[in-house]
């Protein structure tokens, strides 16, 4: 992701990595009142009042997670509605072994919608961050 940090320099947006606490309110932005805590492997956020010193309080702007042989289809799918319910705008979903990523958008009514799966060769862009180009052939270089 440093592409998207150098990116990023010229925008309000930053980017964080893991350990890097996100807590998503339901009702309340009190701390008593928040269940749902998620490490998200990289979050870009574009709102500096969602920080503060624990971490980021509400939705990201845009969510990347690595599949890695530790992750359960309950914990994907819990994500996933997670990110959905608490209006992420976009999620990004890489699989490394398959040397791909899937892109999951917000839609007007707020529900995820699915990109085509990118792979080698391909180029991504993001709604989150217009301007914003990745090469997935960059992305993957170093896995084996």
Known sequence: MS???????KQPCKVYLSPFDVRFPKESRND????????????VICDK????????I??????????SPGNTKMELLN???VYEESGVKEYWV???GDKSILI????????????KIFTLSEKITSTVLPGFELALDDVFDDVE
Request: charged share 25%; with cysteine.
């Open 79 to 81: 994500k996933y509605h």
């Open 104 to 115: 999951y958008t917000l839609n007007e009514i707020g529900k995820f919608e699915p990109s």
């Open 32 to 43: 008593q009142a928040i269940f749902t805590v998620l490490q998200p492997d990289i979050c």
């Open 49 to 56: 009042n969602k920080i503060d010193a624990r971490g980021c």
């Open 3 to 9: 592409q998207a940090r150098k990116f990023l320099k």
């Open 58 to 67: 509400g939705a990201p702007d845009l969510v990347v997670e690595v599949l």
């Open 94 to 96: 890489v699989s490394q």
